[in-house]
């Protein structure tokens, strides 16, 4: 087994140029740790996470909806894992989740729609982002385009680091691990 030239970073290597993440989003997960290797681009980061995570338009529950989704197509298993424990907390059911690796219906299904066909096709039709607009909102949409950027690039990191997931969220994991496995569901 070859190990990552990039393991998430201990507490007692953490770059001190960033020190003021370290007890922030990016101390609290691997995957801002494995990004800690380089820590201006961790720095410059940090605005852009706090708008795609925390301030965008889609809400709460469509961004998760669409990080599962990106996360599902860049098949890392990290983003899957964490942010199906995410959906969980928001109260998404194990049927919607599944339902997000197939063709939901809905807006849910016009989003995973428009993640698939931003992988596929490298943007979105005019008619569906006009779908899009009038269901969700034209900045949504924006929104939308730039959260699976920003994921991409993040599941490129996950993928060629081998990051893992996170201790927390694979003990979670053990309670359900069909759902936190990339692997197709049997009930999905």
Request: aromatic share 6%; with cysteine; glycine share 6%.
């Amino acid at each position: 087994m070859t190990l990552s030239p990039c393991p998430p970073i201990s507490n007692a290597d953490w770059p001190a140029e960033i020190a003021v993440h370290r007890e922030g989003f990016a101390g609290a997960l691997n995957v801002y740790r494995t990004m800690a290797h380089h820590p201006a681009l961790l720095e410059a980061w940090a605005p852009l996470r706090q708008h795609i995570v925390k301030k965008n338009t889609l809400g709460p529950e469509l961004t998760e909806v669409v990080i599962l989704r990106a996360g599902l197509r860049m098949g890392a298993a990290y983003e899957w894992a964490h942010h199906v424990s995410r959906a969980l907390a928001l109260g998404f059911s194990e049927h919607r989740i599944n339902a997000i690796r197939g063709n939901p219906e809905g807006v849910d299904g016009l989003i995973v729609n428009a993640v698939d066909a931003l992988f596929d096709e490298r943007r979105l039709t005019l008619e569906q982002e006009a779908e899009l607009a009038e269901a969700i909102g034209r900045k949504a949409v924006i929104d939308l385009i730039a959260m699976v950027g920003f994921y991409s690039v993040l599941g490129y990191l996950l993928n060629t680091y081998e990051t893992p997931i996170d201790d927390n969220i694979q003990k979670e994991a053990q309670t359900m691990p069909a759902l936190f496995s990339l692997a197709p569901s049997s009930t999905g």
